[in-house]
Nanobody, 130 residues
Framework: QLRVVESGGGLVQPGGSLRLSCAAS????????FGWFRQAPGKEREGVSC????????YYADSVKGRFTISRDNAKKTVYLQMNGLKPEDTAVYYC???????????????????????WGQGTQVTVSP
């Protein structure tokens, strides 16, 4: 059974950093693309960053470009989202999703065009506040 579980959220001051982790089980990461999505209260879900499988191509939303970094460790079956320079507007529940790489066209497409992925996590809360 495909399963992903997020961790690493919390409360941080503006300008601070957090690293989110997405631990996968039930499948081999080598053939899967991953994405981080977020949803703030009253707002639509936003694709934050996505990463393809073999070539590692990445996509970042303009709102996080230069501050967030997505990475993957297939051996540890974990995908990370390093978040630096956090802002109050980054406050949201962050979700991890996984999809077979062959079923997506690009990392950008995964982040911006689809939501019916093979696996979604339960989310982890990130709150940025003084």
């Amino acid at each position: 059974q495909l399963r992903v579980v997020e961790s690493g959220g919390g409360l941080v001051q503006p300008g601070g950093s957090l690293r989110l982790s997405c631990a996968a089980s039930g499948f081999t990461l080598d053939y899967y693309a991953f994405g981080w999505f977020r949803q703030a209260p009253g707002k639509e879900r936003e694709g934050v960053s996505c990463i393809e499988s073999s070539d590692g191509y990445t996509y970042y939303a303009d709102s996080v470009k230069g501050r967030f970094t997505i990475s993957r460790d297939n051996a540890k079956k974990t995908v990370y989202l390093q978040m630096n320079g956090l802002k109050p507007e980054d406050t949201a529940v962050y979700y991890c999703a996984a999809e077979i790489d062959a079923l997506i066209t690009t990392a950008k497409a995964m982040c911006t065009q689809r939501s019916d992925f093979s696996a979604w996590g339960q989310g982890t809360q990130v709150t940025v506040s003084p």
